[in-house]
Nanobody, 119 residues
Framework: QVQLVESGGGLVQPGGSLRISCAAS????????MRWYRQAPGKERELVAG????????VYADSVKGRFTISRDNAKNTVYLQMNSLKPEDTAVYYC????????????WGQGTQVTVSS
């Protein structure tokens, strides 16, 4: 059974930091690219950051470059998102995504974790 379980969300003050995690099971984690998306109320889901299957390549949304860092530990089947200098506009539900494309395409989503940036 495939599972992506996010954790680490919560309430943080503007300028603060938070690290969220996504633990994967039920598939070969090291063969999947991983991404973090977020969705704020009334807005579409947007890509925040992505990392290749062995971690050699990363991509970031312009809005989080220099503040957020995506990383992964294939030995622990876990992907992380370190978020620094948080702003109120970072408030959203953050979702973990796993994707692999070969002959077929495989994609899985987590249930999301709430991040609220407020004083």
């Amino acid at each position: 059974q495939v599972q992506l379980v996010e954790s680490g969300g919560g309430l943080v003050q503007p300028g603060g930091s938070l690290r969220i995690s996504c633990a994967a099971s039920g598939f070969t984690f090291s063969t999947y690219a991983m991404r973090w998306y977020r969705q704020a109320p009334g807005k579409e889901r947007e890509l925040v950051a992505g990392i290749s299957n062995i971690g050699g390549n990363t991509v970031y949304a312009d809005s989080v470059k220099g503040r957020f860092t995506i990383s992964r530990d294939n030995a622990k089947n876990t992907v992380y998102l370190q978020m620094n200098s948080l702003k109120p506009e970072d408030t959203a539900v953050y979702y973990c995504n796993a994707r692999r494309r070969d002959i077929n395409e495989y994609e899985y989503w987590g249930q999301g974790t709430q991040v609220t940036v407020s004083s």
